[in-house]
């Protein structure tokens, strides 16, 4: 049973325009939630990360929302550029306060920013 | 910023034959490091947490006696797929944990493909 689900496996967003990718979840003990990027044969790269606390967080083009009562999260990039073009993946981790714990990702979604 | 390193970053091998693939935390100490792998178009898939100086732990359907874990210093953990065969030709990922309330590295991954 998937934890962690992103629903759209694609996505495409004009150059300059909004791209929100969403990810939902199933665990109530997941409480810290994080965006990672991946080029194909690479590594995940990190993009932005948001405790349970918060509702939001920002950083330069990126916001992520969480909403609890609704187990979701989005990925928010404004303003759309042709490098952010790659897959997506939303990512969970049962506790924060850890640094043992793995985290469940999400099956990705590609994101396509068309020049 | 924190750097996982993963070599090699491709292998082609013949069935049978057995593979090494290496994990170093560059300017950390990693108590714990993960291994997930990628199908095509699929998600991170847990493999294993490979804590330093005792023994890995599986997830469920992995097998340990094919996918042998060290993990024998702080900074690196070694994946060894034994006797391998066409269907573990994979994407392998290793990740890092620096500690609590620290996102997970990952390292450049490994393209498997077993002839």
């Known amino acids: 049973d998937q934890q962690v689900k992103q629903n759209s496996p694609s996505l495409s967003v004009q150059e300059g325009r909004i791209s929100i990718l969403n990810c939902d979840y199933t665990?109530?003990?997941?409480?810290?939630f994080l965006w990672y990027k991946k080029y194909p044969a690479e590594g995940p790269t990190f993009l932005i990360s948001?405790?349970?606390?918060?509702d939001k967080n920002e950083d330069g083009r990126f916001t992520v929302f969480l909403n609890k009562s609704a187990k979701h999260l989005s990925l928010h990039i404004v303003p759309s550029q042709p490098g952010d073009s790659a897959v997506y993946f939303c990512?969970?981790?049962?506790?924060?306060?850890?640094?043992?714990?793995?985290?469940?990702f999400g099956k990705g979604t590609r994101l396509s920013v068309i020049a | 910023g924190a750097v996982v390193s993963q070599h090699p970053s491709w292998v082609i091998c013949k069935s049978g034959t057995s593979v090494k693939i290496e994990c170093r935390s560059l300017?950390?100490?990693?108590?714990?490091m993960f291994w997930y792998r990628q199908f095509p178009k699929q998600s991170l898939m847990l493999m294993a947490t490979?804590?330093?100086?005792?023994?890995?732990?599986?997830e469920q359907g992995v097998e340990k006696d094919k996918f042998l874990i060290n993990h024998a210093s702080l900074t690196l953990s070694t994946l060894t797929v034994t006797s391998a065969h066409p269907e573990d030709s994979s994407f392998y990922i290793c990740?890092?944990?620096?500690?609590?309330?620290?996102?997970?590295?990952f390292g450049s991954g490994t393209q498997l493909s077993v002839l």
């Open positions: 490979s804590n330093e100086g005792s023994k890995a732990t599986y």
């Open positions: 990740s890092a944990d620096r500690g609590a309330n620290e996102k997970l590295f």
């Open positions: 665990n109530s003990m997941f409480d810290y």
């Open positions: 300017d950390f100490q990693a108590t714990t």
């Open positions: 948001i405790s349970s606390i918060k």
């Open positions: 990512a969970a981790r049962p506790t924060w306060s850890r640094g043992n714990t793995p985290l469940v």
